[in-house]
């Protein structure tokens, strides 16, 4: 049994040449984390459940400083919210007596939350803001790598760097309470960079480790 958290954050900052386009900036992060309760039934192989809970956000200014709609700027916040609950299996290879090793996760989640989105136009200090609100679902498949250290018999350190992954989610927005669009993404991400890092730690109960 155990838990994994991850965080990233991104940022951009586009200034263009023609003095006429707008400046555009923005930054988008994500905060996740996983609980998982497995049993082992082999030596070397563990399968079980999980739940997660994870929440995104993204914010932009689009600003123009020319004489064409000067003074304009556009802000806009978005935020998402997301449970999930599913199944995972592991499979371990160790070394050096059982203190260090290699494992493979791939895992199954149902998803199911909110999105908010704030829009506010600015006009030479007048502003009028929005809001859309969504229902968002999805289902995500992914086969990550990992690697884990006994630092007692009981209590393992593990870290999964980047995922093969698959996502599937539907968005249905609302605005005033009336349904205003449906969404609908797929995605399959390779990612084996530092920005998709998980940390965990396992408490190993029973037996012997694996």
Same mark, same amino acid.
């Given at each position: 049994? =155990?838990?994994?958290?991850?965080? /990233?954050?991104? &940022? ?35 399968? =079980? ?9 993204? #914010? $932009? ?9 000067? $003074? ?25 007596? #059982? ?8 895992? &199954? ?28 679902? =999805? ?19 593990? =870290? ?15 605005? #005033? ?15 084996? $960079?530092?920005? /998709? ?14």
């Amino acid at each position: 049994m =155990g838990p994994s958290f991850n965080y /990233s954050q991104n &940022g951009n900052n586009n200034q263009p040449e023609d003095p006429t386009a707008y400046t555009q900036s923005g930054k988008s992060g994500a905060f996740n984390s996983a609980l998982r309760l497995g049993y082992f039934v082999t030596n070397n192989i563990a399968v =079980g459940v999980l739940g997660g809970y994870g929440s995104s956000f993204s #914010n $932009g200014e689009s600003k123009n400083s020319s004489s064409v709609n000067p $003074g304009y700027v556009q802000k806009s916040n978005s935020t998402i919210n997301l449970s999930s609950f599913g199944l995972f299996a592991r499979t371990y290879k160790l070394f050096n007596e #059982n203190r260090f090793g290699f494992f493979c996760q791939l895992d &199954g989640v149902y998803q199911i939350g909110n999105s908010k989105t704030t829009y506010t136009d600015d006009q030479s200090g007048v502003s009028q803001s929005s809001n859309t609100n969504g229902n968002v679902t =999805g289902i995500n498949l992914g086969l990550r790598p990992g690697v884990v250290y006994f630092i007692t018999k009981r209590i393992g350190i593990e =870290g999964m760097v980047g995922n093969l992954s698959y996502n599937h989610q539907t968005q249905q927005n609302y605005s #005033n309470g009336q349904k205003t669009s449906k969404n609908s993404t797929n995605t399959l991400n390779t990612n084996f $960079g530092l920005n /998709s890092f998980y940390l965990g730690v396992n408490f190993y109960f029973g037996g012997k480790k694996p």
